[in-house]
């Protein structure tokens, strides 16, 4: 028996490989499948099933292509619908695959579909759950992703969640592995563990939700209470995930079209396409279109892409670094971004060299941002763009509160008429925001270098809590 972890950790998403006595399971794929049909290759066996723990909302998953690819069939828990032929187990539904089996455990309250899948072993003995979004390390999943038509609460649908983890998964042995569909960094929870793999028996010692004394009302609460909108794309990665979707391959037909400066800019003029700028921050910072939007590929970088663009009907226009067009679509595929229309041909370098308008971003050390900050005479505005934690965990005094995902919300009450300096952890995020900012028109600003990462190591006065509205 193999089984195998593909980690993604720009979507924080687990994916999995199961092989037993030449049989294949997939559970929760990538959108990009020649990873599993070349594993399954490697080793002279079958993809015999493609299983799915629920309508993923933060990803679009591979399982149609797969399927198609393979003739293997799509496995859904109870209560999901799909426009496509998949198979709709009902709860306790055995699977055998090789010498082992998987059983479908209907476990909703994230989703009402969420399904838990149990392996056992070649002895029939409980090694593993594979609880997708039920169950994560250190945290459960979000209930307040119904979908349209479900005319369900968040606090029934934690409720709900309650009892599948009391009846479904708590009674299991302490000795189970647990493989969730997510890590920290995933939109999908609120205080995910770092690690990625775990035993039931740990879990129930370390995460809040499996205490054994707590009530159902308590649970609920604790599940709802802070919960940060989700962002805006779910809904359609649902949508996709339950009706379908153009294969990778004509996505990256479609967009891999080579575009000179001329007609990069007609283009973007007459469609209105986002220009999205996906080197580095430093790069970004020392020169770029105008307009364009800056989300690094080396970071965050689809779930930024999901919750800041929003609509993923949007034409896309790329600056990439060479040789990273193919990887950045692809990235782009996986949170639904299918319109990608071109790229430009040798990237900046091709667009600056043209003499063509070119834009800056004032950015300083985080030693020149202490200086400025400790005179008398020069205490300007700071804003904070980490998220409401981060922020309550300690800050710069005095600073004021802008999340990322909620800049837009930000941008009225942001000083006119003097400079103000934008920060974030290590300066990932703070870009972005920076590039939003000019984008908007707004360019009387400063972006701190490397952070509060970098900032807390200056001679700057911070303090904790006290979350600026």
């Not at 999908?188 to 129930?204: R, S």
């Not at 008429?417 to 590039?435: K, L």
Request: charged share 20%; with cysteine.
């Amino acid at each position: 028996m193999i089984i195998e972890q593909l980690y993604t950790g720009c979507l924080a998403q687990g994916a999995y490989y199961i092989e037993s006595n030449g049989e294949v399971a997939i559970i929760d794929p990538l959108r990009e499948t020649k990873q599993y049909m070349d594993k399954a290759a490697k080793i002279g066996s079958k993809i015999k099933y493609i299983f799915e723990t629920h309508f993923h909302a933060d990803l679009v998953s591979g399982h149609v292509t797969l399927s198609l690819e393979t003739g293997a069939p799509i496995i859904y828990g109870p209560t999901a619908k799909t426009t496509f032929d998949s198979i709709e187990a009902i709860d306790g539904q055995v699977f055998k695959l090789g010498d082992i089996t998987i059983t479908a455990l209907h476990t909703p309250g994230h989703t009402l579909e969420s399904t838990t899948y149990l392996l056992k072993d070649e002895n029939g003995k409980d090694h593993c759950i594979f609880s997708g979004d039920t169950l994560f390390l250190g945290d459960v999943g979000r209930p307040d992703l119904a979908q349209k038509g479900e005319e369900m609460t968040v606090e029934s649908l934690a409720g709900m969640l309650y009892d599948s983890l009391r009846e479904k998964i708590m009674p299991l042995a302490n000795d189970v592995i647990v493989y969730p569909a997510h890590g920290a960094g995933s939109a999908c929870g609120k205080n995910m563990m770092k690690e990625t793999v775990d035993t039931l028996g740990n879990q129930k010692k370390m995460n809040y939700a499996l205490r054994s004394d707590m009530t159902k009302e308590e649970f609920i609460k604790e599940l709802t209470d802070g919960l940060e909108a989700p962002p805006a794309y779910f809904p359609l990665n649902v949508k996709m995930n339950k009706e379908g979707y153009s294969s990778l391959e004509d996505i990256l037909k479609t967009g891999s079209v080579a575009l000179s400066p001329s007609e990069f800019e007609n283009i973007a003029t007459v469609t209105g396409a986002v220009v999205l700028d996906v080197r580095s921050a430093q790069e970004f910072a020392q020169g770029h279109i105008p307009n364009s939007i800056f989300i690094g590929i080396d970071g965050g970088f689809a779930p930024w892409v999901g919750a800041l663009i929003q609509d993923t009907l949007q034409h896309i226009l790329l600056v990439a670094p060479e040789g990273r067009v193919e990887e950045t679509m692809t990235r782009l595929s996986r949170v639904g971004f299918d319109n990608t229309i071109g790229y430009l041909k040798g990237g900046f370098d091709a667009w600056k060299n043209e003499g063509r308008e070119v834009e800056t971003v004032n950015s300083i050390p985080a030693k020149e941002f202490a200086d400025s900050m400790t005179s008398a005479n020069y205490k300007l505005p700071v804003y904070d763009v980490r998220k409401p934690g981060e922020y309550e965990s300690g800050h710069v005094k005095n600073a004021s509160l802008a999340s990322l995902a909620a800049l837009n919300e930000h941008l009225a009450s942001l000083p006119q008429n003097q400079n103000f300096y934008v920060h974030c952890a290590g300066g990932y995020r703070s870009m972005i925001a920076a590039s939003i900012l000019k984008n908007r028109g707004i360019h009387n600003f400063t972006e701190v270098q490397g952070g509060y990462g970098a900032i807390k190591n200056e001679d700057v006065l911070l303090e904790e809590g006290n979350v600026h509205p």
